[in-house]
């Protein structure tokens, strides 16, 4: 089983500032099968990357997706108060899907 | 625009059985695999179930926890995807989200991964005594 590690499990800026969230897989998993989630509170989530590096459809350019191998992560270049969220990276390279334990984004 | 609304979410004991729906529209339903996901209170996300498209086969794939338990299946004349949970267990608890599978993705009899493009608003089941 791939076990999917996010850090840190909290991070806390200010408006503007660059975010840095980062999922480690326990195998491989190439460059493609790596997806990203943004869930604010009380919401579902939203799928925000996949294929580690592809914006979904009407997510902004200040989320970008990057990768291979066991290291992934997930950049807001910009962050914006409704960024404050839970982050969720997702492998589905080899079964529907295991998730990361997320990480909390604050917005100080 | 893709819509998925789940329901059938209710209170239930122990040993008690209940059956989900989403009701999906805005896309070809029957052109794709379809999910369940669920979050207890206050966790992270866990993937309960799949089921692939028309093409696929209608393969069905369970996550370990309820295997033997869950059954998913699909009606695509109305298109809805339906849960049936049964023999539930105190860490069945949470809320349940239908989602559908998106680009990247691919589901059949033999083999079913991907990522979820769209969520339902989820519903909630709570099993207690």
């Known amino acids: 089983e791939n076990v999917l590690t996010q850090s840190p499990g909290t991070l806390s800026l200010s408006p503007g500032e660059r975010a840095t969230l980062s999922c480690r897989t326990s195998?491989?998993?190439?460059?493609?099968?790596l997806a990203w989630y943004q869930q604010r509170p009380g919401q579902s989530p939203r799928l925000l990357i996949w294929g580690a590096s592809r914006r979904a459809t009407g997510i902004p350019d200040r989320f970008s997706g990057s990768g291979s191998g066991t290291d992934f992560t997930l950049t807001i270049s910009r962050l914006e108060p409704e960024d404050l969220a839970v982050y969720y990276c997702?492998?589905?390279?080899?079964?529907?899907?295991?998730f990361g334990q997320g990480t909390k984004v604050e917005i100080k | 625009e893709v819509q998925l609304l789940e329901s059938g979410g209710d209170l239930v004991q122990p040993g008690g059985s209940l059956r989900l729906a989403c009701a999906a529209s805005g896309f070809t339903f029957s052109d794709y695999g379809m999910n369940w996901v669920r979050q207890a209170p206050g966790k992270g996300l866990e993937w309960v179930s799949s089921?692939?498209?028309?093409?696929?086969?209608?393969?069905?794939y369970y996550a370990d926890s309820v295997k033997g338990r869950f059954t998913i299946s699909r009606d695509n004349s109305d298109n809805t995807l339906h849960l049936q949970m049964n023999s539930l267990r105190a860490e069945d608890s949470a809320v349940y989200y239908c989602a559908k599978f998106g680009f990247g993705s691919n589901c059949n009899s033999a083999i079913c991964y991907g990522n979820f493009d769209h969520w339902g608003q989820g519903t909630l089941v709570t099993v207690s005594s």
């Open positions: 997702q492998h589905y390279g080899s079964s529907p899907g295991t």
């Open positions: 195998q491989s998993i190439g460059s493609s099968s």
């Open positions: 089921i692939s498209g028309i093409a696929g086969g209608g393969g069905t």
